[in-house]
């Protein structure tokens, strides 16, 4: 065999699970605050600059650093938080998502970060307004259609 051995379905299932209650993609995320139906806080863990360049509109900007210091002025505890950080080759956003829950908030990494949200043509607003671009076909449907997964 070339790969390791197959876990046990019951096993998978239990795996599966725990992961969709910590990870939520930006498709998920976009038709959720599209709807007016999202039931938590889309933060921003980058930099000030990288803010600057662009954010998903709504969107709280909190520095990963800043996170002791300001999460109870920006945050309500009682809301659950989506957090995000440049993109998949970046932990940023599961560093500002571990200190976020060891401060008592409810929280999910957006995987793929502002830059499958860009990539999937969602809009983003920056310092000069808002913009979008088209979508990536190797992301997401260039029609706009929903991908199906």
Do not use: N
Request: with cysteine; aromatic share 8%.
């Amino acid at each position: 065999m070339t790969i390791t051995a197959f876990a046990e379905p019951a096993d998978s299932a239990a795996y599966f699970a725990t992961r969709l209650a910590f990870h939520t993609d930006v498709a998920d995320v976009h038709t959720a605050l599209a709807a007016g139906t999202a039931d938590f806080t889309v933060v921003d863990s980058r930099s000030t600059r990288a803010w600057d360049q662009g954010h998903v509109p709504g969107a709280v900007h909190l520095p990963t650093a800043h996170i002791p210091a300001l999460a109870a002025e920006f945050l309500d505890p009682a809301r659950p938080v989506v957090v995000h950080c440049w993109g998949p080759g970046c932990d940023g956003a599961t560093k500002a998502a571990l200190e976020l829950a060891r401060r008592g908030y409810r929280v999910k990494e957006m995987l793929g970060g502002i830059e499958y949200w860009i990539r999937e043509g969602y809009e983003v607003e920056t310092w000069e307004g808002r913009r979008r671009t088209p979508a990536d076909p190797l992301t997401a449907p260039v029609d706009g259609g929903d991908c199906g997964c």
